[in-house]
């Protein structure tokens, strides 16, 4: 199985410019996640999603826009690009119940100059 | 959401055991601890999670307090491949949202 699967692994932007990164995962996960980590940080919550054309904002959502149209792709969009957005982004997915635990993709380096 | 405290950081010999303490003085009765672990440059990774009990899976073991607020997860015999940052983590039963809320973890070195 791929598990979490993020496109492109490392990207570098300029000042308001847009992009968007890639999450898709293949273990029929319900719930869906996108976090950011800045360095020596823990992880943040950017925008969650608990099925299909439903998402919801997290802690750090300003600056992105997230959709779900199929249960397997969970994109995040970054419209004018900041400084600030640079950033470690990771996605993970998970079956509803507390108790299970989440996936995470291998993450996103994103650098905006 | 109830916090959780860890030490910075944490020294370790080769295939000796770790202890890795978690601090978590105001968790509620619906709250699970998980433990993740997060290798250089890679995702986080889920390793163990209890709510009572002690528990004990392929990687770790987890051992919970008997009032709950405290917890060691314990690697048995660590490898180098076991040098990450190891975070605790409560997740309440029943939340909406799911998510976790990461600090900054334990940074585990392992020398040969």
């Known amino acids: 199985n791929a598990g979490v699967t993020q496109t492109p692994k490392f990207r570098i932007l300029k000042i308001g410019q847009s992009m968007t990164l890639q999450c898709t995962q293949d273990?029929?996960?319900?719930?869906m996640y996108w976090y950011r980590q800045d360095p020596g940080m823990g992880l943040k919550l950017i925008y969650y999603s608990v099925g299909a054309g439903i998402t919801d904002k997290g802690e750090v959502p300003n600056g992105y826009n997230v959709s779900r149209s199929t249960t397997e792709d969970f994109p995040l969009r970054l419209e004018l690009a900041a400084p600030s957005q640079t950033s470690v982004y990771f996605c993970?997915?998970?079956?509803?119940?507390?108790?299970?635990?989440?996936?995470f993709g291998d993450g996103t380096r994103l650098s905006i100059l | 959401d109830a916090k959780t405290t860890q030490p910075n950081s944490m020294e370790s010999n080769e295939e000796e055991p770790v202890h890795l303490p978690c601090n978590h003085s105001t968790i509620s009765g619906t709250d699970y601890i998980h433990w993740y672990r997060q290798l250089p440059s890679q995702g986080p990774e889920y390793v163990i999670h209890g709510l009572t009990s002690n528990v004990n899976n392929r990687m770790a073991s987890l051992a919970i307090a008997e009032d709950r607020k405290s917890s060691t997860l314990i690697l048995h015999r660590a490898t180098l491949r076991d040098a990450a940052v190891y975070y605790c983590i409560l997740r309440k039963y029943g939340g909406s949202q799911g998510n976790l809320i990461f600090g900054k973890g334990t940074k585990l070195s392992v020398k040969p």
């Open positions: 993970a997915s998970s079956y509803p119940q507390d108790n299970q635990p989440q996936h």
């Open positions: 273990m029929n996960h319900n719930y």
